[in-house]
């Protein structure tokens, strides 16, 4: 078992930016690959941003490719999402959640946090 603790999401305005952390417990990260999700009012969970257990490939949904940033330090046992030029629709719940396959669907992902929300205000 892995327990997963997601800290660093706020209040904040279109264009600023936040890193939200991932902290594992239980069991080594390296062990995992990562997944971001994000779960907005009335919608469906979806993907944000994945990396592999390596950290040597990420892979990003269209909607924050080249804004956001995953990133992992096995070493501390955390997994990071640099989240830059946020906008109004970027508002959620983001989850992290660790997995044996490197995917993009939620249902390949085993363990996941308690979700921190993140609010953008234009």
């Known amino acids: 078992q892995v327990q997963l603790v997601e800290s660093g999401g706020g209040l904040v305005q279109a264009g600023d930016s936040l890193r939200l952390s991932c902290a594992a417990s239980?069991?080594?990260?390296?062990?995992?690959?990562m997944g971001w999700f994000r779960q907005a009012p009335g919608k469906e969970r979806e993907f944000v941003a994945a990396?592999?257990?390596?950290?040597?490939?990420?892979y990003y949904a269209d909607s924050v490719k080249g804004r956001f940033t995953i990133s992992r330090d096995n070493a501390k046992n955390t997994v990071y999402l640099q989240m830059n030029s946020l906008k109004p629709e970027d508002t959620a719940v983001y989850y992290c959640?660790?997995?044996?396959?490197?995917?993009?669907?939620?249902?390949?992902?085993?363990?996941w946090g308690q979700g921190t929300q993140v609010t953008v205000s234009s």
């Open positions: 990396i592999r257990s390596s950290g040597r490939s990420t």
């Open positions: 239980g069991r080594t990260l390296s062990n995992y690959h």
């Open positions: 959640a660790a997995g044996y396959t490197y995917s993009t669907m939620s249902q390949d992902y085993d363990y």
